[in-house]
């Protein structure tokens, strides 16, 4: 596995989490009452909870929203006790721009554990929607559009036995992309985190050493890619500097996590 990284410009400190935890709605009455005073105290704050609510914005376009089916609200009334009502046919109007609260289908497409797997995930999906300007060149020519580079499909979130997040993965099944950045990542000395993807049923397969500093992109193999599920568990082992020499884990597991469909492939 390509151990390369490209480490961003700066970790995101614990205030930012925290307003990006409040823009994605995680917070409970306490949490989003204590954001709201550092709002209104600190204009610092208030600005980084409106710049993630920029970073979020672009997600809402590329989400379709979702008809509830009627099934669905004929079991909402029977549950209530309530006569079904006559469904008028809707009146067609200009479809008004939706807000950033008000998009279902986005709570439904990140509807993942905790704000640090999200928020990675959107930083990745901020990383690869950026695509390269075309020169000018004499004389003016149609200048053809890159394609979108594909969006992330699954985000992973391993933490260890106490709850705290180690590294959150992004992860692209059709081209291999994986997206790796370290949060509270555990050290020992003399030795390196070695990540493991494990099929329902199967035995680990190593997808290689973890960077415990800076964010890392990788292209996987397709035999990697071909175990990439919701089914797997992915989990991160203590090794020997150049990871495990049997193929298998010899440490013991620091983080582990399930992978999520952030969206539909």
Known sequence: M??????????????????????????????????????????????????????????????????????????IGNALGLAPAPRQAPVTSPAPKRGFWDNIGLWRSVGIGGFATAAVAVVALLSVLRTEPVAPTPPPVVAQQPPVPA??????????????????????????????????????????????IIPKGGAPVSMGILDTEHVAEHTLPENLRALLNTDALLAITMEQPGGSPSGAPTGSIVAKGGITALLAP
Not at 46 to 73: C, K, N, S, T
Not at 174 to 196: A, C, F, H, K, Q
């Open 151 to 196: 969006m992330p499909q699954m985000v992973a979130s391993l933490a260890g036995d106490d709850g705290k997040t180690g590294y959150v993965a992004t992860m692209e099944t059709r081209s291999g992309r994986m997206t790796i950045m370290p949060m509270s990542p555990t050290r020992e000395d003399g030795r390196v985190p070695e990540l493991w």
């Open 2 to 75: 390509n151990t390369s990284t490209a480490p961003f410009e700066s970790d995101p400190p614990e205030r930012d989490v925290l307003a990006g935890e409040y823009v994605l709605g995680v917070l409970d009455a306490a949490g989003r009452d204590r954001v709201r005073s550092l709002m209104a105290s600190d204009p610092v704050f208030a600005d980084e909870v409106l710049r993630w609510e920029a970073h979020f914005g672009p997600l809402i376009d590329q989400v379709a929203p979702v008809a509830v089916p009627e099934y669905v609200w004929a079991r």
